[in-house]
């Protein structure tokens, strides 16, 4: 009878702290995506004319602005020579802000590889804007024109 006595509370104690909810301590917001986009303006990187995006997105941001999470994107375009090219970005994501009205910036290091079966890139940094209609994103010194999302979503919380 002593060792139920002792053991009950312990199974209790044990439930209820398994059972309270755990926080981030300082999350203040979420960005998550999986969608399409066509890109306007007819922008070029590396030689590529680039036509659409597809993209995806998992990131937390903190209050002190950081943040963690992933950002990966194949950009969708044409070589000078005509032929179909994808450039991947697969960045991890450092920093982060949320704005009002539902708009997030976050950034960090990307592996950009640009298709053409050289060594892809390491250490560019990449930095993205983005809403729920859409995204903007800067590779390095290079910034490509606004992106319109075709399908999918992009939440920010």
Do not use: W
């Amino acid at each position: 009878m002593k060792r139920l006595t002792c053991v009950l509370p312990i199974v209790f104690g044990v439930v209820a702290l398994a059972t309270t909810p755990v926080l981030a301590d300082a999350e203040v917001g979420t960005v998550t995506a999986a969608a399409a986009a066509l890109l306007t303006g007819g922008p070029v990187l590396a030689g590529v004319s680039l036509e659409g995006m597809e993209l995806a997105a998992g990131v937390f941001i903190d209050s002190n602005g950081s943040a963690t999470g992933h950002f990966y994107a194949v950009l969708l375009g044409t070589s000078l020579l005509g032929q179909p090219r994808q450039i991947v970005v697969e960045g991890k994501v450092g920093e982060g802000a949320l704005a009002s009205g539902g708009q997030a910036s976050f950034g960090g290091t990307a592996t950009v590889d640009l298709g053409d079966g050289t060594a892809p890139l390491p250490a560019v940094p990449f930095n993205v804007t983005a809403t729920a209609d859409g995204l903007v994103l800067a590779l390095d010194a290079t910034t490509l024109a606004a992106a319109a999302l075709t399908s999918g979503a992009i939440t920010v919380e």
